[in-house]
């Protein structure tokens, strides 16, 4: 016998037993249960023996770590074929319960699940009309959720010095595939650098300096009646994105200091953002500093990337480029750092390029003055 004919005969068996052993069997249609909508990761083929028009009723089990979070029982499905796809959310639901409401609520909303250690389970009970049996099969399957929920820090400036004088302004970007932006709610929290303190222990450690609770935007200006910021101290400060009050995420630990009594760089100097929806055409602005700061409102879902470009009056690119940054929906604020461009020159004119934002660039005129 040839190996074929040996490979044939092997899988002949195989099948034999499992028609003679198993009669009926389920399994879950989606192996990558992470990337499904939740709706679809309880289709299942259902193999069987039944009679066609026999019904079937189908119980869904969902543990998150190892508790029961979530269970559901279909509408009867009737049988129509020996080897069929069930859909139980499709084909409706008996009833439903969600038994961590938190969970529920981020299902609905936005129809995946939070990240998290994950069993699903479907269990189908046929209804033999001719028997009046009523086998049950079960199917599980184990997975992990780790959603691409980004939580950046954009202002202030890691490491940076800010004014005396003025409230410091923070500033953040969140961007997440299954949570839309207005559901989302942040927690900001400000705390004092101890002396041999890390930024990371100092908000894990220390009683927080400001602690603001279920912010809408994705910015903040440090209130007038706060417990004020002194001179010569660091500071650490960080967000925690919610929805429904599920943690969807946690930025990064940032740093940054007040300026003290002592003459500081002048190359630290910050300039007010320039919102761009209010500058007017061939408009030419003054610019003093290292940091060439500007607003940006978008209007779209999703992400877009921008290039920048600093020429001067004879069309040449300064170089080295500056660096791409990255926008989302709503307002952005954005730091352009000029201290690393060559030949950039006291009182004379330049123009800022932005390309990526519309259909054709974004042109601004600035002066470059001296401190």
């Given amino acids: 016998m040839t190996m074929i004919k040996r490979m044939l005969f092997a899988i002949g068996v195989l099948c034999i037993g499992s028609w003679c052993y198993g009669q009926s069997a389920v399994q879950f249609l989606n192996t990558n249960a992470e990337k ?66 938190q969970i529920g609520m981020f299902i609905r909303n936005s129809n995946t699940l939070p990240s998290g250690s994950y069993a699903a389970c479907i269990v189908v009970e046929s209804q033999e009309v001719s028997t009046g049996n009523s086998p049950e099969i079960r199917s599980c399957i184990e997975f992990s959720i780790e959603l691409d929920s980004r939580l950046r820090l954009t202002h202030i400036p890691n490491g940076q010095e800010v004014s005396k004088n003025e409230l410091p302004m923070f500033i953040w970007s969140f961007l997440s595939p299954s949570v839309a932006t207005s559901e989302v709610q942040y927690t900001l929290t400000v705390s004092e650098i101890l002396e041999g303190q890390s930024k990371e222990e100092a908000i894990l450690r220390n009683m927080p300096l400001l602690v603001e609770k279920g912010l809408l935007a994705s910015s903040f200006q440090y209130p007038i009646d706060a417990q004020g910021l002194k001179e010569d101290k660091k500071y650490a400060w960080c967000v925690q ?128 003055l001296e401190l």
Avoid: C
């Fill in 36 to 101: 499904l909508p939740f709706d679809n990761l309880w289709m299942a083929n259902y193999s069987h023996e039944n009679n066609m028009g026999d019904v079937v009723s189908v119980d869904l089990e969902l543990r998150k770590n190892g508790r029961l979070v979530y269970r559901a029982t279909s509408n009867p499905i009737v049988l129509t074929s020996r080897f069929q796809v069930l859909n139980p959310k499709q084909s409706g639901l008996e009833k439903e319960t969600f038994l961590d409401a």
């Fill in 241 to 368: 994105a919610n929805a429904s009050d599920l943690l969807l995420a946690t930025s990064e630990v940032w740093g940054f200091s007040v300026e003290g009594t002592t003459e500081k760089k002048e190359n630290s100097v910050s300039m007010p953002y320039l919102d761009l929806e209010e500058l007017r055409s061939n408009e030419l602005v003054n610019i003093k500093g290292d940091k060439f700061n500007i607003k940006i409102d978008y209007s779209l879902k999703g992400t877009r990337e921008l290039s920048f470009e600093i020429v001067d009056a004879k069309g040449r690119s300064l170089k080295p480029s500056l660096a791409p940054l990255e926008i989302s929906y709503g307002s952005n604020y954005l730091s352009l750092d000029l201290a690393a461009l060559k030949k950039l020159k006291v009182n004379h004119e330049y123009e800022l390029i932005i390309t990526g934002l519309e259909e054709s660039d974004l042109k601004v005129n600035f002066l470059y």
